[in-house]
């Protein structure tokens, strides 16, 4: 049974482990397309905002075109951490969530045949402890009748 539980507690490791392990491969891609996407955007955005803000100076006032520039800049940015934010875990994920549920499943009905084994052991400890106190009281009466007798 030992050799059992240290079985299940070893595959909720591992299966903790490997959820652990593409989460940071997830989050390291977040990261990474989200810098792709700011540099990107600031590139663009500059050389952007020079062709059009003189394309709007034309048409418009420097405060107006140099507004209208700042929307575009800002939704832009918007689209690019919109797309970061969506990387998912992929499908290997579910599968490794499935046992690591299982082992837990498992590791949480052996601790309940541990703990009841346990609570069997102190009742008897009890009932023990209990009798040894019956003893204690009878011990000297015993000592009586075998003093008295031997008179």
């Known amino acids: 049974m030992n050799r059992e539980l240290s079985n299940k507690i070893n595959l909720l490791l591992r299966s903790e482990k490997a959820m652990l392990k593409l989460e940071m491969r997830r989050r390291s891609r977040q990261v990474i397309l989200a810098a792709i ?13 020079v062709t059009m803000y003189l394309y709007l ?30 990387q998912s875990l992929g499908s290997e994920a579910e599968a490794v969530h499935e046992i690591r549920e299982y082992a837990r499943k ?33 011990v000297p009466l015993v000592k009586m009748f075998v003093k008295r007798n031997e008179k």
């Open 106 to 138: 498992e590791l949480r009905g052996e601790f309940e045949s541990l703990e009841e084994k346990t609570v069997e052991i102190r009742e008897s400890f009890a009932k023990l402890s209990s009798g040894f106190s019956v003893v204690k009281a009878v």
């Open 57 to 86: 100076v034309e048409s418009y006032t420097p405060l107006y075109a140099a507004m209208a520039l700042t929307g575009i800049d800002m939704l832009v940015a918007i689209l690019f951490f919109i797309v970061a934010m969506r």
């Open 37 to 49: 996407g700011v540099i990107a955007v600031l590139a663009a955005l500059f050389m952007l905002n």
